[in-house]
């Protein structure tokens, strides 16, 4: 098989989306991803992001392949994990003290995160479009919502704390832990003692 025929096969099989990055780690010239975007076989949607012309833009995915480091997060990791049905009208990804995000602003809300916390309740979930993303899970994210100064209005919120205490997948336990961790705790129990 020709490395076109690889990169397209990868692509299908990737729900219509590859990146200049796979196709290095495959040994493939990159050249032959310029071929395919003049043949118009690929379309370039983004630095290192190609596409199928029929695929479906996934803005999540674009992103997280965009930008590896960043994790969805607060509005965007619920509309992820299905408790809130509000699409985002701008994505929010969490990054480590230190990262260089400058090159983002404009295009999403930027949160940072402490190196000691950055990774805690990070889950691989699917996009909308079928792509494998990484988000915080709904302990960590409804911990984010009630964190700091400018805390997300609650009130917005409130349906996911409520749809949250109402499923069986809940865990208070590891809800807790994460909100003594990230300094919360307080602000959730007056919640909890409402919902629960």
């Not at 995915?61 to 509000?86: K, V």
Request: glycine residues 6%; aromatic residues 10%; positive net charge.
């Amino acid at each position: 098989m020709d490395n076109t025929k690889k990169i397209l096969n990868i692509a299908i099989e990737n729900n219509g989306i590859i990146t200049s990055a796979k196709v290095t780690e495959l040994g493939i010239p990159r050249i032959y991803l310029s071929q395919l975007v003049k043949s118009g076989k690929l379309q370039k949607v983004d630095r290192g992001i190609y596409a199928l012309p029929e695929a479906w833009e996934d803005e999540f995915y674009i992103l997280q392949a965009r930008y590896p480091a960043g994790i969805f997060s607060h509005e965007s990791a619920l509309f992820l994990l299905s408790f809130t049905d509000r699409t985002p009208s701008v994505i929010t990804m969490t990054f480590p003290y230190g990262y260089h995000a400058q090159t983002l602003k404009g295009k999403i809300i930027i949160k940072k995160a402490n190196r000691e916390f950055y990774e805690l309740g990070v889950e691989e979930i699917l996009s909308p479009n079928g792509h494998t993303v990484r988000a915080y899970s709904i302990e960590r994210t409804l911990c984010d919502i009630l964190r700091g100064k400018n805390a997300i209005d609650i009130e917005q919120n409130l349906p996911a704390i409520k749809k949250y205490t109402n499923s069986s997948e809940k865990n208070i336990p590891l809800l807790l832990e994460y909100a003594e961790k990230l300094r919360v705790l307080n602000k959730l129990r007056k919640y909890l003692e409402v919902l629960l």
